[in-house]
């Protein structure tokens, strides 16, 4: 291998649509495609938006506002496209998330949510959120115990700039994840009474290139896939 390779080596427009095409195959009609364009270009994104795409997941705040700035205007099917901010949420970014994204997956406590709804302008839509679950209960994992759901989703519900959507999970990536879908969808159903306005919650994010199937038989109705899309992540 030659030395002077660059840095970044993204796959070809006809490659991308390729494995979006074969991605779609997999994917029910009532399940939503996240497309996870984190690390990739705005380009990837706009040709991805030409064939329809409308739903894209980012997790790195400065990033993603370069990108939602340089697509502004860009639609899919003639409708805006939607952003989904995916990664940790630190304290001192809620205000670019809420002004910026239309759903925020991984908020796993009640200050963050009370953040977004107080600093979610007035202007926009509600912004939709998905509470994240540490469900494989790992020590460097970010997500809120099963047992802290009831409480939250009952006091998130209420904040009336947020539209309590449902949840999000990223499994144990070394154990099989068969086991923690099956125990979020349980969740999902079980802790649906607590909230204010149960109609709202109507998401489960879970799934992921490696899973897919797997996530959706256990009840996913919106997946979240980078790499199978995107092809392999280079972080140099
Ligand atoms: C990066 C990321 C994904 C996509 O993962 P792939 O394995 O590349 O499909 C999904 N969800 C979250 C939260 C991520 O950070």
Same mark, same amino acid.
């Given at each position: 291998?030659?030395?002077? &390779?660059?840095?970044?080596?993204?796959?070809?427009?006809?490659?991308?649509?390729?494995?979006?095409?074969?991605?779609?195959?997999?994917?029910?009609?009532?399940? $939503?495609?996240?497309?996870?364009?984190? $690390?990739?270009?705005?380009?990837?994104?706009?040709?991805?938006?030409?064939?329809?795409?409308?739903?894209?997941?980012?997790?790195?705040?400065? &990033?993603?506002?370069?990108?939602?700035? #340089?697509?502004?205007?860009?639609?899919?099917? !003639?409708?805006?496209?939607?952003?989904?901010?995916?990664?940790?949420?630190?304290?001192? @970014? $809620?205000?670019?998330?809420?002004?910026?994204?239309?759903?925020?997956?991984?908020?796993?406590?009640?200050?963050? #949510?009370?953040?977004?709804?107080?600093?979610?302008? @007035?202007?926009?839509?509600?912004?939709?959120?998905?509470?994240?679950?540490?469900?494989?209960?790992?020590?460097? %994992?970010?997500?809120?115990?099963?047992?802290?759901?009831?409480?939250?989703?009952?006091?998130?519900?209420?904040?009336?700039?947020?539209?309590?959507?449902?949840?999000?999970?990223?499994?144990?990536?070394?154990?099989?994840?068969?086991? #923690?879908? &099956?125990? $979020?969808?349980?969740?999902?159903? %079980?802790?649906?009474?607590?909230?204010?306005?149960?109609?709202?919650?109507?998401?489960?994010?879970?799934?992921?290139?490696?899973?897919? &199937?797997?996530?959706?038989?256990?009840?996913?109705?919106?997946?979240?896939? !980078?790499?199978?899309?995107?092809?392999?992540?280079?972080?140099?």
């Amino acid at each position: 291998m030659p030395n002077n &390779e660059p840095v970044l080596n993204f796959i070809s427009n006809k490659q991308l649509i390729q494995n979006y095409e074969q991605i779609k195959q997999k994917i029910p009609s009532h399940v $939503t495609l996240l497309a996870v364009s984190k $690390t990739k270009p705005s380009e990837m994104i706009q040709a991805l938006a030409k064939h329809g795409q409308r739903d894209f997941g980012e997790n790195y705040v400065q &990033e993603a506002l370069a990108k939602i700035h #340089a697509l502004q205007g860009i639609t899919a099917k !003639g409708k805006a496209l939607i952003w989904h901010y995916i990664g940790h949420i630190q304290r001192n @970014k $809620t205000r670019d998330l809420a002004e910026n994204f239309d759903w925020v997956h991984g908020v796993d406590r009640l200050i963050i #949510a009370q953040r977004l709804n107080e600093q979610r302008p @007035k202007n926009l839509a509600k912004l939709n959120i998905c509470i994240q679950v540490n469900i494989d209960n790992e020590d460097n %994992k970010s997500g809120c115990q099963p047992e802290e759901l009831p409480t939250l989703v009952a006091k998130i519900s209420q904040f009336g700039n947020l539209c309590l959507r449902g949840l999000m999970i990223i499994p144990n990536p070394t154990q099989d994840s068969k086991h #923690a879908f &099956e125990k $979020t969808k349980q969740l999902f159903d %079980k802790v649906k009474q607590c909230h204010a306005n149960p109609t709202d919650w109507d998401t489960l994010s879970m799934g992921m290139s490696g899973d897919i &199937e797997q996530a959706i038989d256990a009840g996913s109705n919106m997946v979240r896939v !980078g790499t199978a899309i995107f092809g392999a992540r280079n972080y140099a």
